[in-house]
């Protein structure tokens, strides 16, 4: 079946601007999170939604960053008034609890 | 923060041969899990150990887990060119948030 999509697969922006990227997950998978990778680095948690619950928002790296996840399925990563250090990769993965992640192709976003 | 690091940094190796990497992580898991990511392209999951598991194996893949030593291993057998790529460990804690160590590099010559 379909895997984990995201959009824009590319975005450059610039300094201030706003930007929102989306991830579609796999159709039943209850867990979403989102990642962000800097060049040559690990994986930087983000935010968890699992199911209805709260979603678990501590990786955010400022207030600047929200994500919201309608209806169960797509969420949607918003930045705002970008930063030069805002520029990375950001992944998005879905899961079943318990189970290996599945992971998009990422966002890469460079901010000029 | 990062749970898990990965050692070595990096690795390099002739095809055919094996290539061993290791994870150490900080604090109790419900499972680790090993990804792959080749250059350009997505993460890849390629195999989940629990907790209560010591052994498992996929393929040519062989990952090994010890909790009392907060460690795992990752050995890949008659390694091939397409395997180069970086690994990740991943640890899921109690609350499932996957924490990702910085990743070894694996390169393997022809």
């Known amino acids: 079946g379909a895997g984990v999509s995201q959009s824009p697969s590319n975005k450059v922006t610039e300094k201030g601007k706003d930007v929102e990227l989306r991830c579609d997950p796999i159709s039943g998978h209850t867990a979403l999170y989102w990642y962000r990778q800097s060049l040559g680095q690990g994986l930087e948690f983000l935010i968890y939604f699992q199911g209805n619950s709260a979603p678990d928002k501590s990786g955010l790296p400022s207030d600047r960053f929200s994500a919201e996840r309608t209806g169960g399925s797509v969420s949607t990563l918003t930045i705002q008034r970008t930063q030069q250090e805002d520029s990375a990769v950001y992944l998005c993965?879905?899961?079943?609890?318990?189970?290996?992640?599945?992971f998009g192709p990422g966002t890469r976003l460079l901010v000029l | 923060s990062q749970q898990g690091e990965e050692d070595p940094q990096a690795l390099s190796i002739q095809e055919g041969e094996n290539a061993t990497m290791n994870c150490s992580y900080k604090?109790?898991?419900?499972?680790l899990q090993w990804y792959r990511q080749n250059s350009g392209r997505g993460l890849v999951h390629l195999i989940l150990?629990?907790?209560?598991?010591r052994e498992k194996h996929s393929g040519r893949l062989r990952v090994t887990l010890d909790t009392s030593k907060k460690s795992s291993s990752l050995l890949i057998t008659a390694s091939r060119a397409a395997d180069t790529a970086s690994y990740f460990c991943?640890?899921?804690?109690?609350?499932?948030?996957?924490?990702f160590g910085a990743g070894t590099t694996v390169t393997v010559r022809a």
């Open positions: 150990i629990r907790s209560n598991e």
């Open positions: 604090t109790s898991i419900n499972n």
């Open positions: 993965a879905s899961s079943l609890e318990g189970r290996g992640f599945s």
């Open positions: 991943a640890t899921d804690a109690n609350d499932y948030k996957l924490s």
